[in-house]
């Protein structure tokens, strides 16, 4: 069965840093694009960050720039968002999704997702 899980999310201060995993069982990650994705309560979920089965990453969301980053380690079937400087509008539950090799295609396999809260 195919299955991404996210971890890593928890409570943490204003300022403070996390990084999300985002781990794939069932298949390996070489040929996918991962995007990380965030809905905040009574908002539409919003994408962030996406790195495609080369390498390359694309930023969609302005309010993270210069903050977050994503990263893949495909030795460990494993994709990760670094957050750092982190805000109180940062809370949200973030999910990871995969795609075939491009950012552009369409995503075909979600996480549960993992609550990320900043408070202080």
């Known amino acids: 069965q195919l299955q991404l899980v996210e971890s890593g999310g928890g409570l943490v201060q204003p300022g403070g840093s996390l990084r999300l995993s985002c781990a794939a069982s069932?298949?390996?990650?070489?040929?996918?694009?991962i995007g990380w994705f965030r809905q905040a309560p009574g908002k539409e979920r919003e994408e962030i960050l996406c790195?495609?089965?080369?390498?390359?990453?694309?930023n969609y969301a302005d309010s993270v720039k210069g903050r977050f980053t994503i990263s893949r380690d495909n030795a460990k079937n494993t994709v990760y968002l670094q957050m750092n400087s982190l805000k109180p509008e940062d809370t949200a539950v973030y999910s990871c999704?995969?795609?075939?090799?491009?950012?552009?295609?369409?995503?075909?396999?979600w996480g549960q997702g993992t609550q990320v809260t900043v408070s202080s």
């Open positions: 999704a995969a795609a075939p090799l491009r950012c552009e295609f369409e995503y075909d396999n």
């Open positions: 069932g298949f390996t990650l070489d040929h996918y694009a």
């Open positions: 790195i495609s089965s080369n390498g390359g990453s694309t």
